[in-house]
């Protein structure tokens, strides 16, 4: 299966972002993209990059964050040899590499404001001056560049320069976070989890399991796309049974019994036991939707809530009953009765 990113999704908040990408795509203007991380920024710089008619151009792209500030200027506008310590050769920048095609410059907002005045004259003149050099070079890039920043409010502390965020912002894409886009967990889940059992090996799909669908509709996806793929994807490999659904997902990889934390003094062991307890039931029900109405049977509610808890320990215990039975401190008895009360014995 093709591993390459893709656009999936179905939600209306994430088809007009991409819809809103395509028409700006082939006009020869800069365009903003703002998001959250794991949105998808990326995705959307190479469409409109794949939509232009720079199509078959280079596409360069640049972590405006990765670098350090000293640094920045020389990788954008390039360097004469001997500019500064350890030039010592010229080399070209990446406005030059970008020429005749796309230069995608992420997390923008990092950028220091020297960077900033020099790329505003690059954007304004189309022109860029290596550093140790007085001949300015002339260069034809399309700029898109990408941010999780409020670059206005930025712009109004004076942390960012007005004129080049006027300059950049002939078009704004904002990328919706999953959390607003209605349905498309569900489907990006499916397409994950059917890649990750293909990489396996696995000669079919079984599908996610009810519990592991309704914790993932629960969750906020602070990381979006890329921490619903890794959530899927570690899910899979851990689950290991190809003829089930898989019914168990872990959206903190870091969870454990054994976590390290700040303090190295070691706790007594009756300061840990609640803390022990605490942790458990926080980690077992923390996915679970509190009521969207008034309850107004209070039993039934009870009840539903006892058995989702079941579900989603069996499922987590790859459904060894003693296991869950130690997992909830119940007795093997004890567990055996909830189950058949809620009709969770198969």
Not at 46 to 56: A, T
Not at 176 to 187: A, C, F, H, S
Not at 299 to 328: D, I, P, W
Request: net charge negative.
């Amino acid at each position: 299966m093709d591993r390459e990113n893709q656009f999936i999704g179905q939600s209306s908040a994430f088809l007009d972002a991409v819809e809103r990408a395509s028409l700006a795509a082939p006009l020869n203007r800069p365009v903003l993209v703002i998001g959250e991380r794991g949105t998808g920024k990326e995705l959307i710089a190479e469409r409109l990059h794949r939509l232009s008619s720079r199509w078959d151009g280079p596409l360069i792209t640049m972590n405006c964050a990765a670098l350090p500030e000293t640094l920045i200027e020389a990788e954008l506008f390039g360097h004469e040899a001997g500019a500064f310590t350890g030039a010592t050769k010229a080399r070209e920048g990446r406005f030059e590499e970008a020429d005749g095609g796309t230069l995608f410059l992420d997390e923008l907002g990092t950028l220091s404001m020297a960077a900033q005045e020099r790329l505003l004259r690059a954007v304004e003149y189309g022109e860029v001056t290596r550093i140790g050099s007085s001949r300015p070079i002339r260069v034809d890039v399309r700029i898109v560049a990408a941010t999780n920043e409020d670059l206005p409010t930025l712009a109004e502390k004076g942390k960012f320069r007005a004129d080049l965020l006027d300059r950049l912002s002939f078009e704004v894409v904002t990328l919706p976070p999953l959390r607003v886009r209605d349905g498309d967990i569900g489907v990006l889940a499916d397409y994950f989890g059917r890649r990750m059992a293909s990489e396996l090996g696995w000669e079919e799909w079984p599908g996610l399991g009810e519990v592991a669908t309704a914790a993932m509709e629960a969750h906020q996806w602070p990381g979006n796309v890329r921490e619903l793929r890794n959530v899927v994807e570690r899910a899979v490999y851990r689950w290991g049974d190809p003829k089930q659904p898989v019914d168990h997902v872990q959206f903190d990889p870091f969870e454990s019994p054994w976590k390290l934390t700040m303090e190295s003094r070691p706790e007594k062991e009756e300061e840990r036991q609640p803390a022990a307890a605490e942790d458990r039931f926080s980690t077992d029900f923390s996915s679970f939707k509190k009521p969207e109405t008034q309850i107004s049977d209070f039993k039934a509610a009870t009840e539903a809530y006892e058995k989702a808890v079941l579900e989603q320990a069996l499922a987590r215990c790859r459904y060894n009953q003693r296991q869950t039975a130690k997992s909830l401190s119940l007795s093997y008895d004890q567990l055996r009765h909830c189950l058949k009360k809620h009709e969770l014995l198969g």
